[in-house]
């Protein structure tokens, strides 16, 4: 038996989500059928973690155990046709057996784009949360440094979570601003890319992190706040939920 790690890269807009739903759709069972057809095994594929329905991957690791004999070099040309096209999968390597995707894990990075122009682009728009209004951007950085460092998220977590613990460790958190597309001489700022990283993130908790933080921006909420609403540990306390389009798995580290 061999343990094949892969790389997928996904366009999330149709799928119900990374992991296997009673609905189907989603991206786990596009792989698995990819597998059967190619290999006529039945196998469970475990991924790095789960993205949300409409949410994108960048690089989403995933591992399965095989009894193919095909060469590793052939396994991603040979998927991918036998995939959707918004599914790619990038890399593929043979680990140990007892490498796991997920428990594996050290690091894993989200980023969150916000198109803050007044008008939205065309071409990034599944892809992007259009928000043309004003945004303080220095306060909106300034409200990330209180989520840094290992907290309660609870705040920041869907009221559906079933985690027993929803303590995790926040080790990078910044924006950076890309204005190359910014009319000048016009309200335009750009686009704005969050990046998150830590060791585990909760179900919905970095799409909970851009709605309060776009309050924050819209000058609703002062940055401190943030701090207050780490440590009521009610998700009462923190903002809206913001759409999942704008949001990206990034990418996975291990050891």
């Given at each position: 038996m061999r343990n094949l790690l892969m790389t997928v890269c996904y366009d999330g807009s149709n799928y119900y989500g990374f992991q296997t739903q009673p609905g189907g759709n989603t991206i786990q069972d596009c792989l698995e059928a990819a597998i059967?057809?190619?290999t006529g095994e039945?196998?469970?594929i475990h991924g790095s973690?789960?993205?949300?329905?409409?949410?994108h991957a960048r690089q989403q690791p995933f591992h399965f155990i095989t009894s193919s004999k095909i060469p590793v070099e052939r396994w991603c040309l040979a998927l991918n046709m036998r995939l959707p096209a918004d599914i790619r999968v990038t890399s593929a390597e043979e680990v140990d057996l007892e490498f796991h995707a997920r428990r594996s894990a050290k690091r894993k990075t989200y980023r969150y784009a916000i198109n803050a122009n007044r008008v939205p682009d065309v071409f990034q728009r599944s892809y992007?949360?259009?928000h043309p209004g004003k945004l303080d951007v220095t306060a909106m950085q300034q409200g990330l440094t209180y989520l840094i460092g290992t907290h309660d998220y609870t705040?920041?977590?869907s009221r559906h979570s079933t985690k027993a613990s929803h303590v995790r460790t926040v080790d990078e958190a910044?924006?950076?601003l890309d204005t190359s597309l910014a009319i000048p001489g016009t309200r335009d700022q750009g686009v704005i890319h969050l990046y998150i990283s830590g060791n585990g993130f909760l179900?919905?908790?970095?799409r909970i992190i851009v709605g309060t933080l776009l309050e924050v921006g819209q000058g609703k909420r002062p940055p401190g706040q943030m701090k207050q609403i780490l440590?009521?540990?009610?998700r009462k306390a923190a903002g809206p939920t913001a759409e999942s389009k704008g949001l990206m798995l990034w990418s996975v580290e291990y050891e």
């Open positions: 059967r057809n190619l039945a196998v469970k973690g789960r993205t949300d329905a409409g949410v992007q949360l259009h705040s920041f977590a910044r924006i950076e179900q919905h908790m970095v440590e009521a540990k009610d």
